[in-house]
């Protein structure tokens, strides 16, 4: 049972745009940033998002991240195929003192 | 960028203290401003904090897990250790070396499978 709960599959067709939300607690996301992430099983998750709705470089801006409260929200424009992923979701928490994270959602893109 | 590798053992037996490096490229292990961490994610759940360690040496684990983590860094060779002790089939997971910067993890290696198992 992870931290941040995630739903755990989202779906779209190309060119749609789809959301993925995460959702925590006052000790998590309600007091620290969200960080997103895309990751491709047997590779390196990749930082999608840092600190709530900011893009490091070279992540297109379909990609985008909102938070309100302890909820955090993913969205995904103009969806690919290539987009076809697992994201999850990572905050510090401050009663942990350590980061938690969602459990992750499977994008498919039909 | 910076680039993480882990390696290791993929299997260790019951009760066995389980061993991983990572190793560091692309930048400074000695970065003041990075401090590095241990993740895993055991087989269809979801990914659990392990510790993290500080350019100064100073470390902090989950306590869940305290008591059994020991991670140190060799900057000599650019490589950040964890060992776990007394390990059990509750610890096969896929294990990830990473660095924070500030509180983003940026960088991620690409997970190592360790089995658990007599």
Redesign the interface.
């Known amino acids: 049972q992870s931290v941040l709960t995630q739903p755990p599959s989202a779906s779209g067709t190309p060119g749609q745009r789809v959301t993925i939300s995460c959702s925590g607690s006052s000790s998590n996301i309600g007091s620290n940033v969200v960080n997103w992430y895309q990751h491709l099983p047997g590779t390196a998750p990749k930082l999608l998002i840092y600190s709530n709705n900011e893009r490091p470089s070279g992540v297109p801006d379909r990609f985008s991240g909102s938070k309100s409260g302890a909820s955090a929200s993913l969205a995904i424009s103009g969806l690919r195929s290539e987009d076809e992923a697992d994201y999850f979701c990572a905050a510090w928490d401050d009663s942990l003192n350590g980061p938690v994270f969602g459990g992750g959602t499977k994008l498919t893109v039909l | 960028q910076v680039q ?1 590798q882990e390696s290791g053992p993929g299997l260790v037996k019951p009760s066995q203290t389980l061993s991983l490096t990572c190793t560091v490229s692309g930048g400074s292990i000695r970065r003041a401003d990075y401090y590095w ?1 241990w ?1 895993r994610q055991p087989p269809g ?5 392990i ?2 360690i500080y350019s100064s040496g100073s470390t ?1 684990y ?2 869940s897990l305290r008591g059994r983590i020991s991670i140190s860094v060799d900057t000599s060779k650019s490589q950040f250790s964890l060992k776990l002790s007394s390990v059990t089939a509750a610890d096969t997971a896929v294990y ?1 070396c990473a660095n924070f910067f500030g ?9 190592i499978l360790v089995t658990v198992s007599s």
């Open positions: 993480l961490t993740i759940k979801g990914l659990e904090w510790g993290n902090y989950n306590p990830y509180v983003v993890i940026q960088y991620w290696g690409q997970g």
